[in-house]
Structures are given as C-alpha cells and as structure tokens.
C-alpha cells in the first residue's frame, strides 16, 4: 500500500465520522454530507498531490501541490476546508439559479411540451434583443457553464467588463421575460 493510500484510510477511519458530521452541520442532509466528504477527499489526494520520486516531479517549486509519498501535515484541515469550499460553491449556484430559474420555464411537472416550446423561443427571442457581447457573456456562462475569467479570456476582455455584461443583460432579461402580471400598470410609476 503506498504512502497515501495509507494515509488516506487512517484519515478515514480516525476521523472519517467527524468529517461527515462537519459536511452534516453545513448541508443539513446525510446524503450530501457524504458526497460533500468523498468530493473533497478527491480533491485534496487528486489535485494537491502529485506522484513523485525523490521529490514532486512535474511540480515547480513554490507549488502548493505535495509529493504522494511525503505525509500531510495536516490532512484533516485541507479536507476540512475543501468541504467547506465545495459546499460553498454549490450554494452559491444554487443561489444563483434560484434567482433565474423562474426566467426559464414553469415547473417541470405541470409542465406540457408546448409549454416547453414556447419557452424556449421566448428565451431565444429574448436572447435576440441582448447586444452582442450581452448575448455572448449570458450564453457562454448560462449555456456553456463558464466562470468569468474563462469568458473574459474567451471574449479578449476583463473579468470587470463580463461582470457588467452579466449583470446588464440579468436585469434586461428579468424585465423582458417578466410574465404580464408582474408588470406594473401603464400610467402608473412602479414603486
């Protein structure tokens, strides 16, 4: 058994019950605590080490990634705060889609395919009223899944700049897809 493999089932059976109900306290449900502990356990013994001999090969020195054959220091904390980061960047999706998914279609259960249909060309005709770099940013990240440095490179522009385009055509597209009974009354200011 290699050295992290050892490490890594110690890790485990030491402290493996503590790692779920830290997951358990943050997510609220034992399925995901799990899936929360086995995502980081993969995230630490996948990306932050690398295989090496004598030393990490393929690592520059300075890099935060360790030897496979070396022992954490602290294992516990690394996994403890890839928990913590993984459970976070769910619950910011989950918090962003929350606040889109309506602009999208009705709830998928009383749902018909006509219905489907038509909301699919009203965000399609919707998209058609964005600019052009509106349009792209929206569908590179809400299409493509990706991050903002990554469209920003894409796009040859800075993060700031798809930021703005983002927000920009997230209020555009609220207004523009916002169902009539949600508008306010013509002649009469909104509050």
Partial sequence: MAAWESELDELMRARG????????M?????????????????KVYSRL???GRGGAVGVAAGSRAHDLDSP????EGYVRRAILTIYLDGYRKRQRWAGIKHLMA?????????????????????LARLGARERACVV????????????????GTAQGTVKRYLSDATKNLQEILRPDDFRPAEGRAAR
């Fill in 17 to 24: 019950g503590a790692l779920v109900r830290y997951a358990y």
């Fill in 49 to 51: 080490r690398r295989p």
């Fill in 72 to 75: 954490f220091t602290n294992a």
């Fill in 26 to 42: 943050l997510s609220g449900d034992r399925a995901l605590a799990e899936d929360l502990v086995q995502d980081a356990l993969v």
């Fill in 140 to 155: 590179l990240r809400y299409f493509e899944d990706m991050t903002v440095p990554q469209i920003a490179e894409a796009l």
């Fill in 106 to 126: 009705d709830d998928p259960s009383t749902r018909g395919a006509d219905q489907a249909a038509s909301a699919r060309v009203d965000v399609m005709a919707a």
